[in-house]
């Protein structure tokens, strides 16, 4: 689990950071599924380091380009364009801390059946830690685990530099890696200096970073 503050980048610079920087080489001869991948900007920027890139969400724009493919489709539901057994790697920028529990669980399950065997899951949200302690609530350490899989509302600042409004899901990490477990995926732990201690504490909180890099192997 790796942490790194991106808050003065544009969206497309982060994802490359993240998957290209921290997350593994170049696959030529591989094939990658991106979960909840918006405008397709963090697709279209991986693509040319795969050899097949595909792009799923449940509003999709026209911008394919010759080894890319977007769908409109829910990662939860049956993928009637994949082979089973057929992804090296599924990345998900951003979405899990908007979904229920039993909404990942539902979408992991099911994507595990087109994933190789000791495929690569790789997630990125934003830390638990630091973002619920950013609410500067009485009793936080306490709150953060009695209001695990509840919404919150919150603001956050768009890329266009505006405000928008969203319902954070929180989870604690714990919960996170409980849900892989669960689903059959396997952490992968780094041995960079940049991991973080996994594990839910509030102690020297102000040390963790904004944003978590999760990696699990599907069993």
């Known amino acids: 689990m790796l942490g790194k503050s991106y808050s003065n980048q544009k969206g497309g610079d982060v994802a490359r950071d993240i998957f ?45 380009k010759d080894n890319v493919k977007f769908y409109t489709a829910d990662f939860t539901e049956e993928l009637d364009f994949l082979g089973e057994r057929e992804i090296d790697l599924v990345i ?3 979405n899990f801390h908007i979904m229920k529990s039993v909404e990942i669980i539902k979408g992991l399950n099911n994507i595990k059946r087109y994933m190789k065997k000791d495929g690569m899951l790789i997630f990125v949200i934003p830390n638990p830690i630091t973002f619920f302690a950013a609410f500067n609530l009485q009793n936080s350490h306490a709150l953060y685990h009695k209001m695990t899989n509840r919404e919150i509302d919150c603001t956050i ?63």
């Open 92 to 94: 998900s920028c951003f």
């Open 20 to 64: 290209l920087n921290y997350c593994f080489e170049e696959s030529k001869d591989k094939k990658l599924l991106d979960i909840g991948c918006g405008d397709g900007e963090v697709t279209l920027l991986l693509a040319k380091h795969f050899d097949y890139v595909i792009g799923i969400d449940k509003k999709i724009r026209d911008n394919e």
């Open 157 to 219: 600042m768009g890329r266009d530099g505006k405000p928008n409004k969203i319902k954070y899901v929180h989870h604690t990490i714990t919960e996170y890696l409980n849900i892989l477990e669960e689903c059959g995926f396997k952490l992968v732990r780094s041995n960079s200096k940049k991991t973080l201690l996994m594990k839910d504490s509030f102690d020297d909180r102000n040390k963790f970073q904004n944003f978590l890099i999760i990696k699990a192997v599907c069993k």
